[in-house]
């Protein structure tokens, strides 16, 4: 974290074929759509992912989890975990979860579906910005 306790985060919307990326700091508890990375059976491309940590240099990352409808475990939890684990291990730095309910839902209402951020970034600033409010919240309390 800074000296003035800002801290920068990246969020992550994990899709099998696309995985969109935010940021977002605490000061302000406001996220941003960076990019939609292609990614592989999950896989996303680490070299732009990289690069990103290293323009941004974020203290913690946010990954949306998946859930059914009626909140049991989705299909993708396990992939979203070895994601997250994988992002641990290659960055170092602290990887958190979100409950990602209806995250598409709320980005495709945010903007365009064509132009501009993808729908995927857009939802990874939905998930992200649902995690800095959890943490503006307990700073208050």
């Known amino acids: 974290m800074s000296p003035a306790g800002i801290l920068t985060a990246l969020g992550f919307d994990f899709g099998e074929k696309r995985i969109g990326v935010a940021v977002g700091q605490t000061l302000t508890a406001t996220a941003n759509p960076l990019a939609t990375l292609p990614a592989e059976h999950g896989q996303p491309d680490w070299n732009a992912l990289a690069r990103l940590i290293a323009q941004w240099q974020p203290e913690k990352l946010v990954v949306g ?15 979203v975990e070895r994601f997250a684990r994988r992002l641990h291990a290659r960055y170092r730095l602290p990887v958190e979860f979100v ?16 132009g501009g951020p993808g729908l995927d970034a857009r ?3 939905l998930i992200l ?4 409010e959890h943490q503006t919240v307990e700073r208050t309390h």
């Open 65 to 79: 989890m998946p859930r059914t409808a009626d909140g049991a475990p989705h299909a993708l939890k396990p992939a």
């Open 99 to 114: 409950d990602e309910t209806l995250s598409s839902h709320g980005a495709l209402q945010a903007g365009p579906r064509t």
């Open 123 to 125: 939802a990874a600033a």
């Open 129 to 132: 910005a649902s995690w800095l």
